[in-house]
């Protein structure tokens, strides 16, 4: 079992800066860590995920260029680096966590094992 916490939410302004930070704790044979939000009256979706053991990633074409996933494994945390914040950002993110890599189908959430309970992000200005 795989206990996952989220934080560092909050409001920034457009333009502007938050990090996520997403701490594993219990059993932790995981491979995959993913950042997915939902924003109000949509679906959930994926934002970006990180291989545990060798460290690949991917994005969705929206967040490209703006935000950054990262591990550290001592501390079984994985962040997610957000500039260049624009109000379509706002959303409750999460953290999942899958004990696959699931390669390009890394977007789905049915693959994900465990789940946060969420942080909230809000980029208003």
């Known amino acids: 079992q795989v206990q996952l916490v989220e934080s560092g939410g909050g409001l920034a302004q457009p333009g502007g800066s938050l990090t996520l930070s997403c701490a594993a704790s219990g059993f932790t044979p995981y491979y995959a860590i993913g950042w997915f939000r939902q924003a109000p009256g949509k679906e959930r979706e994926a934002v970006s995920c990180i291989n545990r053991s060798d460290g690949s990633t991917y994005y969705t074409d929206s967040v490209k260029d703006r935000f950054t996933i990262s591990r550290d494994n001592a501390k079984n945390t994985v962040y997610l680096q957000m500039n260049s914040l624009k109000p379509e950002d706002t959303a409750v993110y999460y953290c999942?966590?899958?004990?696959?890599?699931?390669?390009?189908?890394?977007?789905?959430?049915?693959?994900?094992?465990?789940w946060g309970q969420g942080t909230q992000v809000t980029v208003s200005s």
């Open positions: 999942s966590a899958g004990y696959n890599w699931y390669g390009s189908a890394w977007y789905k959430p049915a693959l994900y094992d465990f």
